[in-house]
């Protein structure tokens, strides 16, 4: 899972009932459009996020371009907290073969000729 995944999973799981428009999800993970989109579309692709338009009378009246709202599903919030919990253990373990190679020299002596 990428971090950018991460940051938009972390966005949606802020407030899981709410629903979110795309450039209010960019704002709260620190992503461009760009990145966020086709995240969104990922996501609803398999599951775990959902969307619908907005009303055409409240962007009318509003003047401004229609909005696509976001909101993560149950079982969405459910597989992404699991995935982000993994994805932080998998942080705390040392990498392969890590804990078996130590400083080859250890200390100050370490740069006397």
Do not use: C, N
């Given at each position: 899972m990428t971090l950018q995944t991460q940051l938009v999973l972390r966005a949606l799981l802020e407030n899981p009932d709410r629903q979110r428009y795309g450039l209010e999800l960019c704002e709260l993970a620190g992503l461009p459009s760009g990145t966020i989109y086709p995240i969104l579309a990922?996501?609803?692709?398999?599951?775990?996020?959902?969307s619908i338009w907005e009303d055409?009378?409240?962007?009318?009246?509003?003047?401004?371009?229609?909005?696509?709202?976001?909101r993560i599903t149950?079982?969405?919030?459910?597989?992404?907290?699991?995935?982000?919990?993994?994805?932080?253990?998998s942080r705390r373990q040392?990498?392969?073969?890590?804990?078996?190679?130590?400083?080859?020299?250890?200390?100050p002596d370490r740069f006397k000729g």
């Open positions: 990922r996501l609803e692709q398999t599951g775990w996020v959902e055409p009378a409240v962007y009318e009246k509003s003047g401004r371009p229609r909005r696509r709202f976001y149950h079982e969405g919030a459910e597989q992404a907290l699991e995935a982000l919990a993994r994805v932080y253990r040392p990498l392969p073969g890590w804990a078996a190679v130590g400083p080859a020299v250890e200390g």
